[in-house]
């Protein structure tokens, strides 16, 4: 959880026309790039020096790039996202990875995996199977992992949540922040794990940037139980990326 730099794009007018499983309004641009500009802040605040790209009105969902590639300390993977308008998401983003990294691979086979689905514990990377990540582009993104010398498993997403890392983040130090399903799921047995209060869900999705947990903005349970198990916390208003599904992770890679 310690890094050095995060890629961002900034929101574009279309993400009014963004996924979401249940309508609750469209998302307004303008709003949405405030929002993401004090997202881009708190990462420096961390620490980070941050890339953020140009917004892509072509892309609805672009803003949020953690599902169109993967970073690891020393390589990214090109991924491709198992949503039709967000499938050329992928080649948009390899530039910025190139920048940063002499390894880029594209993800081998014909499988599609959304870096949503990933989740980085401490010895292993959980790729939940999703509406998004099939079978194939989950194995064959665990064999390249694999081969780069990291234990991966693939698992089942529960069903209804949207990505794996929609339900559960690690907060790090071996600390897993999930809802109560996710918790009841077995993935985490043996684990320590906080679980967020009834009814505060969409909180679960939080990013650990080195010193700080950063934490949305109204999940005042959450926040409290996060502080309780000893982490420091920033919190972001991310009420427009939650009109589209979207949370605080999915808004940056992080290297
Ligand atoms: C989508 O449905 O793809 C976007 N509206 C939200 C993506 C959220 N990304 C994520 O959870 N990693």
Known sequence: ?????????????SVANGIRAVDSGDPSGEKFREEHELYVKALQEAGLSVDVLPALEAFP???FVEDPAFCLPNAAIQLRPGTQSR????????????????????????????????????DTMLIGLSARTDSDG????????????YRAAVCETPQGVLHFKTACSTLGDGVILATRVM?????????????VPEGEDYAA???????????PEG?????????????KTVVLPTHEARKVDGGLSCLSLRF
């Open 138 to 149: 989950a194995d064959a993104f665990a064999k390249l992992l694999g081969d780069w010398g």
């Open 1 to 13: 959880f310690q890094f050095t730099h995060a890629i961002t794009r900034t929101p574009a007018n």
């Open 87 to 122: 499938l050329g998401e992928g080649k948009e983003i390899r530039a910025a990875l190139e920048r940063h990294f002499e390894k880029v691979e594209v993800l081998p086979g014909n499988g599609h995996v959304d870096g949503g689905d990933v989740l980085m514990l401490d």
């Open 61 to 63: 969902d672009s803003c």
């Open 219 to 231: 999940y005042p349970g959450t926040l409290a139980a996060i502080e309780k198990a000893g982490f």
């Open 183 to 195: 918790a009841e799921s077995g993935f985490f047995d043996g684990r320590q794990v906080v679980i």
């Open 205 to 215: 999705n939080v990013i650990r940037v080195n010193e700080v947990v950063l934490v």
